[in-house]
């Protein structure tokens, strides 16, 4: 098992940034993807960016440019950087891990991802 503890999120202004954080502990590896995936209320969760094992990275388009995902070497902790907020990115957030098909990392499917923390709200205002 694999827990993940997201950082506090936060409420900025639109054009401002936050930095998302979660932290992996338990039977963590070098060996799955991870990523971030974002739900408002009422839609589906989606996938926002993901790092796979050999780092490479990739990014849904509507945030493509925007932000930046990370990793520690050690894959116990990942960030997401979030530059020029826009109000649409309002969502709660979360950190998912251990996907281990190269196609359900790629296509950023929830379902590829068994390890999920417990959200963390962020709140961008115009």
Partial sequence: QVQLMES???SVQA???LRLS???SGATSSSYCMG???QVPGKGREGVAIIDSDGSTR???AVKGRFTISQDSARNALWLQMNSLKPEDTAMYYCAAGARVWS???NMDKRAFPYWGQGTQVTVSS
Avoid: L, N, Q, T
Wanted: net charge neutral.
């Fill in 22 to 24: 979660c932290v992996a």
């Fill in 104 to 106: 359900g990392c790629y």
């Fill in 8 to 10: 506090e999120g936060g």
């Fill in 36 to 38: 971030w995936f974002r």
């Fill in 59 to 61: 990014y849904a388009e």
């Fill in 15 to 17: 054009r401002g940034s």
